[in-house]
């Protein structure tokens, strides 16, 4: 079965400052995804960055970047120089095909963040 | 254009009636989905749907009812609404064969039922 933890329910940020948000899982599969999402106050989900099981290196896409650490089962989300609009839940997703096909998203519980001038 | 729409936007409801929530995709995709979340904002997929073929059904109570025209759209038909299913659903698409290819979600449906 899949779980993904994500251990903080919200986090205050100054302006600026880098942040990550934290988020673990649980598969016995070797091939996976994961995934995080953005859902601000009006509510859409806004897809962020991915990283597969198999990649080597950490993904990265623009000022998001994922610390993969496969062994630690961690998928923490970096946001380097955050701003007043990086306010927002946070949601850590994880994909596989243990289900033969079936390949929903299983989705963390969020962090909601708070970048405070 | 929108990837993945949905109406109504809202919907308010008395308990006992039977709605229906629509969902178009022009991405292409070959698999829709639907979530659904909570008051606490917790997402949980509710089914997935590929080439007309139910995939997934986590434990969702059978007043739920996928229906899909065709692989372009996936409407959620709910009948004998309860309190409980006041939340905000999602239709979701992507194309199945590859773990790195994102869902798209819609803006999601309001439900409330009185």
């Known amino acids: 079965a899949q779980k993904i933890t994500q251990t903080q329910p919200g986090m205050f940020v100054q302006e600026k400052e880098a942040v990550t948000l934290d988020c673990t899982y649980d598969?016995?599969?070797?091939?996976?995804?994961l995934f995080w999402y953005k859902q601000p106050s009006s509510g859409e989900m806004i897809f962020l960055i991915y990283?597969?099981?198999?990649?080597?290196q950490n993904a990265t896409e623009g000022r998001y970047s994922l610390n993969f650490q496969k062994a630690r089962k961690s998928a923490n989300l970096v946001i380097s120089a955050s701003q007043l609009g990086d306010s927002a839940m946070y949601f850590c997703?994880?994909?596989?095909?243990?289900?033969?096909?079936?390949?929903?998203?299983?989705f963390g519980k969020g962090t909601h963040l708070i970048i405070q001038p | 254009d929108t990837a993945v729409s949905q109406t109504p936007k809202y919907l308010v409801t008395q308990m006992g009636n039977d709605k229906s929530i629509k969902c178009e995709q022009n991405?292409?995709?070959?698999?829709m989905y639907w979530y659904k979340q909570d008051s606490k904002k917790f997402l949980k997929i509710m089914f997935s749907?590929?080439?007309?073929?139910?995939?997934i059904n986590e434990t969702v109570p059978n007043r739920f009812s996928p229906k899909s025209p065709d692989k372009a759209h996936l409407n959620l038909h709910i009948n004998s609404l309860e309190l409980g299913d006041s939340a905000v659903y999602f239709c979701?698409?992507?194309?199945?064969?590859?773990?790195?290819?994102?869902?798209?979600f819609g803006p999601g449906t309001r439900l409330t039922v009185l």
């Open positions: 979701a698409s992507s194309q199945r064969g590859s773990l790195n290819n994102e869902q798209f």
């Open positions: 598969t016995s599969d070797q091939s996976y995804g």
């Open positions: 990283q597969g099981s198999y990649d080597e």
């Open positions: 997703a994880m994909r596989d095909f243990s289900g033969g096909g079936a390949d929903g998203l299983t």
């Open positions: 991405l292409g995709h070959d698999t």
């Open positions: 749907y590929n080439n007309k073929e139910l995939i």
